[in-house]
């Protein structure tokens, strides 16, 4: 596959590259369950300005990352950068607030106070959180604009229903972004919007996977009929397809249990047998659907980035795909690469 290929999103045809450079690990947080790595600046901008060299030509953030730490972080990466050279994408649903007790200086190297982030999906806080990301951003206009995670509080999705959507839209129809859409964890939410609303994208984290089908049947299907394209987040399920399964590794943010473990290890005996590593198969298995535009594996080092991209180009035996499907591993209707 060539991870430099573009496919178009929403009436903009705005051009979305297969393989895209996912922001959360560059916001130098660290948390138990690993979710943001551990990339400190100097790295994450390494890593940002070494993905445009390489050829990557959409990156995506959100103020949640690093509690802004991310979007300034792209700000330095793509500093110089000719603006309609690539494609940025953010989110709304949180804004920054001063933390209490926290450092008011700017003072550090990301030129940033303490911040906290307060989940909100008004329509006041649409334009406030966009406004405030242009600024950490350091840009003029963002390309594609995420609602992001709206179940997080019980009030979520009605606000983002009547309130943030619309906005959005509004938006939209005006040239200030061209192309909306939803990020989340799950897909029975997103599924909801997309029957509602005109969307162009859904960044689905974790869903559609090499491991985890729970998309495929109902919200992809939904998605190709709607014309609505899926940037693949989480390809590998927050660790459990990209490490040594020998010892501790996270599913979904957490621990795995075994019965995902012992998956895993069965996907990879295969994948080993036929030469194949693990990682390629889950960044190819992905982009396979003709749903999915983009895939947008995070990474912690400039190693990590060019193996993402090098995972890719791989070429894959078919009989690998096959021998997956006899054991059961992916389902019959699930598009692998020719």
Request: hydrophobic share 40%; glycine share 10%.
């Amino acid at each position: 596959m060539n991870p430099f290929d573009t496919i178009p999103v929403g009436d903009a045809n705005l051009p979305v590259m297969r393989l895209g450079l996912g922001g959360a690990p560059l916001s130098g947080m660290v948390l138990a369950d690993g979710l943001y790595g551990g990339s400190a600046r100097d790295e994450a901008v390494r890593i940002i300005k070494r993905a445009y060299e390489l050829g990557i030509r959409y990156f995506d953030t959100a103020p949640l990352y690093g509690n802004g730490r991310s979007e300034v972080r792209f700000r330095d990466g793509l500093v110089g950068v000719p603006r309609d050279s690539y494609v940025l994408s953010t989110k709304i649903g949180r804004v920054l607030d001063p933390a209490p007790g926290g450092s008011t200086s700017t003072d550090n190297p990301d030129r940033l106070p303490d911040l906290i982030a307060v989940n909100t999906w008004t329509r006041d806080n649409v334009h406030r959180s966009i406004e405030d990301s242009l600024e950490r951003l350091g840009m003029d206009r963002i390309d594609i604009i995420y609602v992001h995670d709206p179940d997080q509080e019980t009030f979520g999705e009605q606000q983002a229903t009547d309130e943030a959507f619309p906005a959005l839209i509004e938006l939209r129809e005006q040239g200030t972004i061209k192309a909306i859409g939803c990020g989340m964890n799950l897909w029975e939410m997103p599924a909801r919007f997309v029957r509602r609303f005109d969307l162009d994208i859904i960044l689905l984290a974790g869903r559609y996977t090499l491991l985890d089908h729970s998309g495929l049947s109902e919200f992809l299907p939904l998605c190709v009929e709607r014309n609505v394209k899926i940037a693949v987040g989480g390809p590998y399920n927050s660790g459990i397809l990209a490490r040594d399964l020998d010892g501790p590794v996270s599913f979904n943010y957490e621990p795995a249990p075994a019965e995902l473990v012992d998956r895993a290890r069965k996907l990879k005996a295969i994948a080993n047998h036929h030469g194949v590593d693990l990682k390629a198969a889950a960044l190819q298995f992905v982009l396979a659907h003709p749903a999915v535009a983009t895939v947008i594996p995070g990474a912690q080092t400039v190693g990590e980035l060019e193996q993402n991209i090098s995972m890719v180009e791989k070429h894959i035996p078919g009989g690998m795909w096959r021998d997956m499907r006899n054991e059961g591993l992916i389902p019959d209707e699930a598009p692998t690469p020719a």
